[in-house]
């Protein structure tokens, strides 16, 4: 297998992302994407359908690639406001598998004080690799 996750012993298993993975093959980076749709427009100012819509995105770009959710080794989010990611894990956990399933990378989850689109709640890059 060309994806392996790193878990080191006695350490608690982490929930909804990797601390960490190792894999070769060809890297794909895919930039930032927020919650708007294929034509940069914001369909929905709610921060759960944002997410599903960036998320999305994420995977179409992965699918030009030749890549899919199984593919991500690393992950960062940007969110604009904690509380709301933080009170709403339940609905992101069902956003997050409906569109990524059980694939679950390396992942960095940070506050900002704002996203380069006003409207825009939240912002995901994503680092894949294909196996060789």
């Given at each position: ?8 012993p ?7 992302y990797?601390n960490?993975i190792?894999?070769r093959g060809?890297?794909v980076?895919?930039?930032g994407?927020i919650g ?5 427009q ?7 359908e ?8 994420v ?11 199984e ?6 989010w ?16 069902g ?6 399933g ?5 992942m ?6 704002a996203?380069?689109e006003a409207?825009?709640k939240v912002?995901i ?7 060789d």
């Amino acid at each position: 297998m060309s994806i392996r996750h790193l878990q080191p012993p006695g350490w608690a298993p982490a929930k909804g992302y990797a601390n960490g993975i190792a894999a070769r093959g060809t890297q794909v980076y895919v930039g930032g994407q927020i919650g708007w749709n294929a034509q940069q427009q914001f369909d929905t100012d709610d921060f759960i359908e944002q997410v599903h819509q960036a998320l999305r995105n994420v995977a179409a770009v992965l699918k030009e690639a030749g890549a899919g959710p199984e593919h991500m080794v690393r992950m960062t989010w940007y969110v604009i406001d904690r509380v709301e990611y933080n009170s709403r894990l339940k609905e992101l956990g069902g956003v997050y598998r409906d569109v990524m399933g059980k694939n679950f990378p390396a992942m960095t989850c940070v506050q900002v004080a704002a996203l380069m689109e006003a409207r825009a709640k939240v912002e995901i890059e994503v680092t894949a690799v294909i196996p060789d």
